[in-house]
């Protein structure tokens, strides 16, 4: 039996609605009328499968470039897509020059060493500039010699990253936007990109030629206020019933007791825990929705579990193997925020490996 058949008895599921996540691109990229759309799909599409998801978008829309954070995605989207353009983030480094080149894969060069191993090669590269967030990219000393020195570098991107782009009103949006502008001026054959999710949505000023959203690509929202119109949350998570029991008034359920019955009731265990991205419950805020009806968490995550309290009657239908909805379209990502503090780039990235994945076009 292959490990695919043994995972069609998967306990929890993870349902990808691809056509959302083409409507999503779609609704990005018309947020620009010049640029065009890239889709950052590291950290395996957010959770999500960038081995589906990339190729989905690849193949019904106009997306033909794609960033990852290390090279090992890079090379795997490389055989996924072997035409597509594919750059790294994290930079070049000197054991890793000739799989770049081997497989047609574009660096970004985050520092002057970076662009010495690059040297001579005539394959593209991007260039990435820091622009105040003081993670990645050349600092500005570097960035003043890189543009006063002659290189024969073969740029194709030059690039920088916001620190706050969904907070519009930020200051250091427009100071971050200046600084790229002047970048960019001097650098103009290659292609300018400074939009994450959250800058797509700061208005014409800040596109240039390419927009490099991730987190809005799958539906969630990196802290804009509201979710922008015609981004949908493009997945489901649901968890089966392991076990329901009666317990007596009294009892406590799960790990330090955090939770004791007040009256006889019906305690329900599904299966996700913390390997799956569940990873807060205890402070009692945390529901899913089974039987049509919202069932608030109770206890602490149990590794890999947890139990919930179907007590009341609207819940007497339901029954062990079922299926609970821990994120989807009655449990969303705002939801879950806002009863957890976990922001939605940890509650998407922490999805984890051990669900049945099931992909809808
Ligand atoms: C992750 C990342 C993005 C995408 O950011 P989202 O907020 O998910 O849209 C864009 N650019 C860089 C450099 C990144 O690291």
């Known amino acids: 039996m292959s490990i695919d058949q043994v995972l069609g008895n998967a306990s929890a599921e993870l349902h990808v609605d691809l056509a959302a996540i083409i409507n999503n691109y779609e609704t990005l990229k018309s947020q620009s009328d010049s640029a065009t759309c890239a889709a950052v799909v590291k950290a395996d599409a957010y959770g999500l499968g960038a081995n589906k998801v990339a190729p989905a978008l690849y193949h019904n829309t106009d997306c033909d470039t794609f960033f990852v954070a290390g090279l090992v995605e890079g090379v795997t989207l490389r055989n996924i897509l072997p035409d597509a353009k594919i750059y790294v983030f994290n930079g070049l480094f000197a054991d890793q020059v000739d799989t770049y080149l081997d497989h047609n894969i574009t660096p970004i060069l985050n520092d002057p060493s970076q662009v010495a191993l690059w040297y001579g090669k005539k394959a593209p590269c991007g260039v990435h500039f820091d622009t105040g967030i003081n993670r990645l990219g050349f600092t500005e000393s570097q960035t003043e010699e890189f543009l006063n020195t002659p290189n024969d570098l073969n740029i194709d991107l030059v690039m920088s990253h916001f620190i706050q782009s969904e907070i519009a009103r930020h200051p250091s949006n427009e100071m971050q936007l200046d600084k790229f502008e002047r970048v960019r001026y001097q650098l103009p054959n290659a292609k300018g990109s400074l939009c ?32 922008p119109n015609g981004i949908k949350q493009a997945f489901e998570l649901r968890a089966k019933i392991l076990q329901i029991r009666e317990i007596e008034p009294g009892m406590a359920v799960g790990y330090n007791s955090l939770w004791t019955a007040a009256e ?44 919930i309290d179907i007590t009341d009657d609207k819940f007497n239908h339901v029954t062990v193997t079922d299926y609970a909805e821990i994120l989807g379209p009655n449990i969303t990502l705002e939801m879950v925020a806002e009863n957890s503090t976990l922001g939605h780039y940890e509650l998407m990235t922490g999805i984890g490996p051990r669900y049945k994945k099931y992909y809808k076009v």
Do not use: C, E, Q
């Open 196 to 227: 994450n999710s959250g800058g797509v949505f700061l208005g014409r000023d800040y596109h240039f030629d390419l927009l490099r959203p991730g987190i809005m690509l799958y539906g969630g929202n990196p802290g804009l206020p509201v979710r």
């Open 264 to 307: 006889k009731s019906r305690i329900a265990l599904l299966n996700v825990g913390y390997a799956d991205g569940t990873l807060k419950t205890s402070d009692r805020k945390a529901k899913v929705w089974v039987g049509g009806h919202m069932a608030d968490v109770i206890g602490k995550v149990s590794m890999d579990m947890i139990a």
